[in-house]
């Protein structure tokens, strides 16, 4: 699968940015697509996935619940996050996934929220 994100940026803190994350060239069904997000000199965490069949099952990180939404279009190949009022913490690298037999990566788009 090979996955292309795209909507990271420079935002103030309280702002709102959208990430989008596009599968293709898969030949396996994808059961899940999502975002984790990793910090400097922090592990990567989760940020939020959603099954991409069946009943969509959500599921967030602890850290952004309340505030960001992910959302899948009808074909289960693009999601998207929709990220409301951005704290500086929520600075990282935003890693999109797609789960099939396996989970591939997309490249990272960085996310940089100024207080």
């Known amino acids: 699968v090979q996955l292309q994100a795209s909507g990271g940026g420079l935002v103030q803190a309280g702002g709102s940015l959208r990430l989008s994350c596009v599968a293709s060239?898969?030949?396996?069904?994808?059961?899940?697509m999502g975002w984790y997000r990793q910090a400097a000199d922090q592990t990567r965490e989760l940020v939020a996935t959603i099954a991409t069949g069946g009943d969509g099952r959500i599921k967030y990180g602890d850290s952004v619940k309340g505030r960001f939404t992910i959302s899948r279009d009808n074909a289960g190949n693009t999601v998207y996050l929709q990220m409301n009022s951005l704290k500086p913490e929520d600075t990282a690298v935003y890693y999109c996934f797609a789960q099939t037999h396996q989970t591939s990566w997309g490249q990272g788009t960085l996310v940089t929220v100024s207080s």
């Open positions: 060239e898969s030949t396996f069904i994808i059961n899940a």
